[in-house]
């Protein structure tokens, strides 16, 4: 295949070019945050549940000591009306029994309240030190995550842009390729996995490093400078 010693340069260029462009949208399918980011996500909704799980457990165990609180409130301002009562009554004897059976009554409940409400407390206690660890496990997997992610960014916007430069400055190389040669090369590269063109080193492919026959070898040094390897088929520069 004819090419000029400039169309040769152009096509050498060209390749490095597009290596370092294919390189870059390979290395951008390949970095590693996107998978972790996935498996944090996945960490992330199974302490989320449990968070909010805990965090229902924790709202109605504070309910329910909120209205034992106002239960021995209550309580407690009728055991004040009961004492004045009994000490309003003078010598009504029946009254006096009637309202120290209530006394009674209401000091035994509210004795009942002092209890379960202590051992609500310690419930919550026990509640709010499990929902804190939950709570600190998912700002962390969000701190990770959010760390991941910054770092993502960063890399595939060096690699994209990496790829956009190299694309952009494709067209002042294939401007010197003939349309024969060009066509020749992109259907080299594509087959061939982003490396289109090679060198004659001695009697082998410096790509595919196969070693080229005699019968093949007289074939290629007739069609220099450019010709095909026989076995990869990527354009092969020979030089005279």
Request: a neutral charge.
């Amino acid at each position: 295949m004819q090419a000029t010693k400039e169309q040769i340069s152009a096509l050498e260029s060209l390749q490095n070019l597009d290596r370092k462009r294919i390189r870059a949208q390979l290395d951008l399918t390949k970095l590693p945050q996107p998978a972790a980011i996935e498996e944090i996500s996945q960490r992330k909704a199974t302490v989320a549940d449990k968070y909010n799980q805990i965090k229902e457990l924790l709202d109605q165990a504070e309910l329910k000591l909120q209205r034992y609180a106002e239960e021995d409130d209550d309580l407690a301002g009728r055991q004040r009306e009961k004492q004045t009562d009994i000490s309003q009554a003078g010598g009504d004897y029946r009254s006096i029994k009637s309202l120290t059976r209530d006394l009674e009554g209401i000091a035994k409940r509210r004795e009942t309240l002092e209890f379960e409400m202590g051992k609500l407390d310690k419930r919550i206690t026990e509640i709010k030190t499990v929902f804190t660890q939950a709570a600190n496990a998912l700002e962390a997997l969000n701190s990770k995550e959010g760390t991941l992610r910054q770092a993502y960014e960063q890399q595939r916007s060096a690699l994209e842009q990496t790829a956009l430069a190299a694309n952009q400055q494709r067209p002042q190389f294939t401007a010197a390729l003939s349309p024969e040669l060009f066509d020749a090369y992109e259907e080299a590269l594509a087959r061939c996995g982003g490396i289109g063109v090679s060198r004659l080193d001695g009697d082998r492919c410096g790509a595919c490093r196969s070693t080229i026959e005699p019968n093949r070898f007289l074939q290629v040094e007739r069609e220099a400078p450019i010709s095909r390897c026989p076995h990869c088929r990527r354009l092969l520069i020979i030089d005279r």
